[in-house]
């Protein structure tokens, strides 16, 4: 598609239930990256993917988080046993290469609302 | 360390022209990239320098000097449309997997 596409557009879970958020990148866009924003403009890094292998995965937490890119599948961000402060909105980004004059796209985001 | 600078908040009237700075130092630089974010959507792609020099697109333009560790994005003409927050990010080299690097942003509210 011509578009990040991310689904749902909002979640709702109670605490200690799982989330799970998925992101479809451009058409021809081999990496993909989620990040995390909380209170308004403070975007946190959480992982990216060069197709299906991570490529970075230093600002995931690691006990309850985390994600895949399968081939011919949407990635996913999944979140086990959530907590109130995991309540934000996540965004999903791909770009091509990382060569000079590729630009990362963003999706809509998934707000994550955790009771 | 990775630091990204800019004004939390500025304000301009319609019509006008407003300048907003972005200084930055990090470890490795692949670019850097202007996003307009309306609140509760998701950030727009406004511009991208990789090279030093003006990039003058519409009513926008972005600036970078990497000397410097300095960028700005110039909006002219301001509409009040353009009350949004403004988010300046680097891309980091391979030594940082190419990610983006964020500013806090700027809110810019647009006075009639």
């Known amino acids: 598609g011509e578009e990040v596409a991310q689904t749902p557009k909002h979640l709702v879970r109670g605490e200690g239930q799982k989330a799970k958020l998925y992101c479809a990148p451009i058409?021809?866009?081999?990496?993909v990256f989620w990040y995390q924003q909380v209170l308004k403009n403070e975007f946190k890094f959480l992982i990216s993917f060069q197709n299906e292998n991570v490529f970075d995965e230093t600002g995931m937490p690691k006990e309850r988080f985390s994600a895949k890119c399968l081939p011919n599948s949407p990635c996913s961000l999944e979140i086990q046993a959530t907590k109130l402060e995991d309540s934000a909105v996540y965004f999903c980004?791909?770009?091509?290469?990382?060569?000079?004059?590729?630009?990362?796209?963003f999706g809509e985001g998934s707000w994550l609302t955790v009771v | 360390g990775q630091n990204i600078d800019q004004p939390t908040e500025m304000t301009a009237t319609e019509g006008a022209i407003v300048q907003i700075n972005c200084t930055y130092q990090?470890?490795?630089?692949?670019?850097l990239f202007w996003y307009q974010q309306h609140a509760g959507e998701a950030p727009t792609f406004l511009s991208y320098?990789?090279?030093?020099g003006l990039e003058e697109k519409g009513r926008f333009s972005s600036f970078l000097s990497r000397s410097k560790g300095y960028s700005y994005l110039l909006l002219k003409e301001l509409q009040m449309k353009d009350s949004a927050s403004y988010l300046c990010?680097?891309?980091?080299?391979?030594?940082?997997?190419?990610?983006?690097?964020f500013g806090s942003g700027t809110r810019l509210l647009v006075r009639p």
């Open positions: 980004a791909s770009s091509q290469s990382p060569g000079s004059g590729n630009t990362i796209y």
């Open positions: 990090t470890s490795g630089f692949n670019g």
């Open positions: 058409k021809g866009h081999s990496y």
């Open positions: 990010a680097v891309r980091g080299g391979m030594d940082s997997s190419y990610k983006l690097i």
């Open positions: 320098n990789v090279l030093d």
